[in-house]
């Protein structure tokens, strides 16, 4: 975590998390190809008419600017760069995504593999919500490998149906043995899925 001061234009992102930041800001942990996981603080984000209200929201492509040159940088600038709308029980498998990113990507620590296939999920979540299984294990393979956790195995094709089953059972396992319990977005996934067939 660097000291000197940075300026970011422009870097492709997505909204993590955020929560309050004193009286009108937001605290933000955003996602970027570049600069990995890192906090911004949305100066007046919570005030009612604030331009960023609306486009700081989770799990939609924005592109962002920021500077500072302590570990908290200074958001100056968010735009939004289109829309995924989700629901149900893509919405979960969403947050999934992003517990597994909190919790297991250090802090600015860049994967833009990574980044590319959770932007990919995110847009098949949206699109294609019958792709959903296929797209999470793609994801949880991705991740694993990227932090150094992965499995010394030849990619699988995450398209098979008859495949997905085991992937499921082998990556969650090895994401628990890494995590050293489940992940709560996953046992409502389970719940949800128990409750609808």
């Not at 098979?160 to 409502?188: F, K, N, S």
Request: aromatic share 10%.
């Amino acid at each position: 975590m660097s000291k000197r001061r940075q300026r970011v234009q422009n870097e492709p992102a997505y909204v993590l998390h955020n929560s309050a930041w004193r009286e009108t800001s937001l605290l933000l942990q955003v996602f970027t190809p570049h600069y990995g996981i890192l906090p911004l603080v949305a100066k007046g984000a919570k005030r009612p008419y604030s331009a960023l209200r609306s486009v700081l929201s989770v799990f939609q492509p924005l592109s962002l600017s920021w500077s500072g040159a302590g570990e908290i940088k200074t958001l100056t600038q968010a735009d939004t760069r289109g829309i995924h709308a989700l629901s149900g029980r893509t919405l979960m498998s969403a947050w999934y995504l992003n517990e597994l990113l909190i919790r297991l990507v250090p802090r600015e620590d860049p994967h833009e593999q990574l980044f590319a296939t959770y932007a990919r999920c995110l847009h098949a979540l949206a699109q294609t919500p019958n792709q959903l299984p296929y797209r999470l294990r793609e994801f949880e393979w991705v991740l694993l490998q990227e932090t150094g956790y992965g499995l010394d195995q030849r990619t699988p094709d995450f398209n098979d149906p008859e495949l997905e089953p085991y992937l499921r059972t082998l990556l969650r396992e090895r994401i628990d043995e890494q995590l050293g319990r489940a992940l709560r977005t996953r046992e409502v996934l389970m719940d949800l899925r128990l409750y609808h067939g």
